[in-house]
């Protein structure tokens, strides 16, 4: 996200312009912004959600194997 915030810093202080830079404009353009925020936390909270799932599975399965 900081390259992408840089990249379009210097897009606008130089007025490059090319497909490339259309893009990276296109992506700083607010609506973006708020959409890449909200699938990084997603991620975050699916691999969390993920691992606490897992490791009560393995901790079940540890605390069967105890009793057996």
Do not use: D, H, R
């Given at each position: 996200m900081g390259t992408l915030e840089v990249l379009g810093l210097i897009q606008s202080e130089l007025g490059l312009s090319g497909p490339i830079w259309d893009w990276v404009s296109l992506i700083n353009g607010g609506v973006w912004w708020?959409?890449?925020?909200?699938?990084?936390?997603?991620?975050?909270?699916?691999?969390?959600?993920?691992?606490?799932?897992?490791?009560?599975?393995v901790i079940e399965r540890e605390n069967q194997r105890r009793v057996d």
């Open positions: 708020g959409n890449i925020g909200l699938i990084i936390i997603f991620t975050f909270a699916l691999t969390w959600g993920i691992s606490v799932l897992l490791f009560k599975v």
